[in-house]
């Protein structure tokens, strides 16, 4: 066997000689064509263009087949109410919405009649999996306090899908979530967006095509985390004056790079500049690839952070807990800038002191994107419910903002902020079947999420709690009659 395949190689290394000397191709000729090519001279790492992702999605949905809910209240995420509405969902995507569809031949009917369905929620401001559950320092893997720029981490590095905060969040319908670092460093690292389902490796729950996010934070955070050692920034100007210096160094890697990569396609490079992957970060919001979130709580911080994107020529896809964003929805507004809050957390340190419980309703009422996020593996599992307090703290203020509007500040409006829009967020063809039945209007202290769709596969059921997934860690362990068929 050994001499049979030496035998066969040696037949192809003559064949390949022979192409080669068949079409004139020289061993220098090819040598001179690869120096026009703008990615030969460098091994991939190296360099920062060869491959952005070099941590690909493997997050492939099982076979969902055909699925009709039927009957339900459904609130589209789009601003749409439809009474009477049925979803059709088929292979992963949603087929139609729409009143009283007809059932195509050899579908799963389900009758969602009295219910309601709405997108699947997804949570912007997520640690699940970087602080999992149980609390203890070995889990401890969301802030890396060590510099007040620490852009090079990634928190998809300490994502352990083991955490089983991912299934309790299921149950409170929570399809999709940014994963974000913590907020202790004025440059905390990249967030990563996932599929909340069960998996073995944070590859294979990561949202396909979704933009990585730069978690920034201003205010309180930083200056305490680094004043207390005696080291800048020790003071919210010197919050300012160390984004500053950090973007100038980026706007300089980036042109030193593409200087080198204009030189390449002239077939005279010369020497790369050294990667550094703190400013590959960086120099990818400049770009536009990748999207700032920014732990920001004051107006008036808002106000100059938005300041120094316009100085360096970036936008700031959304300010993260803003419990000061009512006083400036204009700014947010024509900086196309979402904000992400609560309904009641307020007052638990001084830069969070001047929140409103209609925070997030005076913002939509103003044109403004509001979005309520959790930052907490409990509050995950009621984002609905947090939704529903802010929009009654509106009602009370005579805000007229109707349920279909409130709904997408957990479903369309972190989609857009996130980067994800045009594959989920709401309910229209030809976007991923992500979806929520509740056994009530969403909105109601009283309701649940009876089945919860990711990819049109069902993967909550309440009437059936043993079939649902289960991480790892938990089999075995005790309190898991919990689980058993019947509690509710």
Known sequence: MARSRTGRWMVAGLAL???????????NQSKDKNKGDDKAGLAQGLDPAANRDPFPSRYKPAASGVVALTGATVLTGTGQRIDNGTVILRDGKIEAVGASLP??????VVDATGRYITPGVIDMHSH???????????????NDATDPNTAQVWSEHSVW??????????RGGVTTLQILPGSANLFGGRSVTLKNVPARNVQEMKFPGAPYGLKMACGENPKRVYGSKGRAPASRMSNVAGYRKAWIEAADYRRKWDAYYDKQKKGDAGDPPKRDLQLDTLAGVLRGDILVQNHCYRADEMSVMLDIAKEFGYSIKAFHHATEAYKIPDLLKAGDTCIATWAHWWGFKMESYDGVPANAAIVHAAGACAVIHSDDETLIQHLNKETAQALAEGRYLGLDIKDEEAITWITANPAKAIGVLDKTGTLEPGKMADVVVWNGNPFSIYTLADLVYIDGVLMHDRARPPAEPRSDFELGQSGADIFKAGVK
């Open 103 to 108: 059932v195509p031949a050899g579908a799963t």
């Open 161 to 170: 899908p083991q955490d089983p905060g991912f299934e309790r969040a299921l």
């Open 128 to 142: 699940l999996g970087v602080y999992a559950a149980p609390a203890v320092q070995a889990h401890s893997d969301g």
């Open 17 to 27: 000689v022979l192409a080669g000397c068949a079409t004139g191709q020289t061993a």
